[in-house]
């Protein structure tokens, strides 16, 4: 492969390059440019130094996304630290255990996140930074009270004059095997999993957008940021690579709702769409379906003669929805609605449907709109490569195996979870199942891990809910399904214990009632259960005594 450049100094050639460009909008707030972006990296440099953080300490970032943010990530980044992205949605206590876990000395939250964390529960942090405006929620060092207090002192010693181009230096890493960030895919202890992303697969995704998007997307050019930036599908692709481009990225800081979105998208006209399928779903089902699903457009299509140029409008219509400048939209996180997919290949609506991990940075697999076949995830992405482990990998599903500079360094202190999932030859065991056909895309068929996926393409761990919910009143045994896009939980109750109490089926269902409302206090949002569906039986059982899930789900 190709020399790996130094991934910190793309960052800094961006931020010259486009010095008076504009570069960090929060949606209806403030905008940076390039050149505030690196006033403020600067401070938070100097923050660092005067408080003892040093290169290879862990910096937690748990916030929605913002252009402070995006600020604290790259500050952390260039002085040599390691980034902890916390997804926002996550509970107090599945922060808590990130923070811990992870070994962070700062902590920077967003005001949401300030107002339900515990600081005495992060014993090991020396402070809590408040996103807005960096200052302190909690200092425990002399050294870091005395920084924040003197920061703008100590700016003005550094430069006493004013902040220039020539100013700009970050550090190097040392090798492009060097952790850049953890990632976690999930916020409970017992199953946390640290996802150690090296400076290589930044890169390496970074090198991937520009050869399938750098002609295409220019400098200045505007990005609508919808995905979280805690999760790589979002940092790598609505952050990383517009940044490192000149682009200029506008956050969606507040919860992005379909009518914000929507507003957003006709107002800044982004020049490439990245999403779960969700947004695209839900945008097609309320802003087009209702036009088109009349009798006179659905007799229009009836006709060869001009079903064609009707078909042309409706795309016009769709290309409308989604601001109309776009080159094409890119989905991700989750499969695609079969009747919405046919809906848009049947307009020649300029999709494409990638597929990544976590643990790749994320990117496996891609192909550009073109050339996209309807029904698969595309192709081996730019500098990886992409097996299936069966017998006849176009027939007969098998595991999808990864390969690459996208793959990561492996799981934070679980050397058992990372030898089961990177084999002793550097190929990644997705736990996906999936074919490929002879010009090598890839469909995947299923999911041989019991992981399912949220709204907006979030990692749910059925166990982490099934294991709260095991231990509530008159629950023997549970599984967390999912059922039409919802999360349901089939409870075998303790037939033995309600008999005793001589309860009836109505007493039952009362008390899985209060089971519900509690569990869904404890979890995050994206986790909610639907409902709670008494199972009379008890669930079937393999020999190890693991209920059957493929039988419920």
């Known amino acids: 492969m190709e020399h790996i450049p130094s991934f910190n100094e793309l960052i800094e050639k961006s931020i010259l390059q486009n010095w008076d460009l504009d570069a960090l909008t929060d949606y209806k707030g403030q905008t940076l440019q390039y050149h505030d972006v690196a006033r403020k990296i600067e401070k938070v440099h100097i923050l660092f130094e005067n408080s003892g953080v040093k290169r290879g300490d862990k910096i937690a970032l748990c916030g929605r996304n913002s252009s402070q943010w995006a600020v604290a990530f790259l500050a952390t980044l260039t002085y040599g630290a390691v980034a902890v992205p916390i997804l926002h949605e996550f509970n107090a206590e599945q922060i808590h255990n990130i923070v811990n876990h992870s070994e962070a000395k700062l902590l920077f939250v967003g005001d949401h996140v300030a107002t339900i964390i515990d600081p005495q529960q992060m014993p090991g942090l020396e402070g809590i930074i408040n996103n807005p405006d960096y200052s302190l929620m909690i200092s425990r060092t002399d050294k870091l009270t005395y920084a924040r207090e003197h920061l703008n002192e100590l700016y003005g010693k550094k430069f006493p004059k004013y902040f220039r181009k020539e100013h700009v230096s ?3 890493e ?22 150690m992303v090296p400076y290589r697969a930044l890169w390496s995704n970074y090198d991937f957008a520009c050869d399938v998007l750098g002609k295409t997307i220019k400098a200045a050019d505007p990005i609508i940021s919808m ?13 990383i690579f517009e940044f490192l481009h000149g682009c200029h990225v506008y956050y969606l800081n507040r919860v992005p709702s379909p009518a914000i979105i929507a507003q957003a998208l006709a107002e800044i006209k982004p020049v490439i769409v990245i999403a779960v399928p969700l947004i695209i779903e839900k945008i097609i089902r309320k802003k087009v379906f209702p036009k088109i699903q009349n009798n006179r457009m659905r007799l229009l299509l009836q006709m060869p003669v001009i079903s064609k140029k009707v078909r042309q ?30 809906f848009l290949k049947r307009i020649e609506f300029p999709y494409t449907v ?3 991990a976590t643990e790749c940075a994320p990117i496996i697999c891609y192909r550009d709109w073109h050339t996209f076949a309807a029904g698969s995830c595309g192709r081996a992405a730019l500098h990886m490569q992409v097996e299936i482990d069966s017998p006849d990998p176009r027939r007969i599903p098998g595991e999808i195996l990864a390969k690459g500079p996208n793959v990561m360094l492996g799981y934070y202190k679980n050397s058992e979870a990372t030898a089961e999932t990177i084999d002793s030859e550097g190929w990644y065991h997705t736990g996906d199942l999936g074919t490929m056909d002879a010009d090598g895309n890839v469909y995947i068929n299923g999911r041989s891990k019991n992981m399912l996926l949220g709204p907006n393409g979030q990692n749910i761990y059925p166990e982490e809910i099934e294991d709260k919910l095991n231990s509530m009143a008159m629950v023997m045994e549970s599984i967390v399904v999912q059922r039409d896009n919802k ?5 075998h109750p303790d037939m033995d214990e309600a008999k005793n109490l001589k309860f009836t089926p109505d007493d039952l269902k009362n008390v899985m009632e209060q089971n519900l409302n509690g569990l869904n206090q404890m979890i995050p949002a994206y986790e909610k259960i639907s409902e709670i569906i008494i199972h009379e039986e008890e669930f079937e059982k393999t020999p190890k005594k693991s209920i059957k899930r493929f039988l419920y789900s």
């Open 174 to 195: 040392q090798s492009p095997e060097e952790l850049a960030l953890i990632n976690y895919t999930s916020g409970t202890t017992g199953f946390s999993k640290g996802v």
């Open 487 to 491: 999360l349901v939980a089939l409870v």
């Open 170 to 172: 970050y550090y190097r």
């Open 354 to 356: 990638g597929y990544g």
């Open 313 to 342: 409008m409706i795309c016009q219509e769709v290309l409308k929805a989604f601001g109309g400048r776009m080159y094409e939209v890119i989905i991700g996180g989750a499969a695609l609605n079969q009747e919405v997919e046919q």
């Open 227 to 239: 995905l979280p930036m805690a999760h790589m599908y979002g940092m790598a692709f609505e952050f």
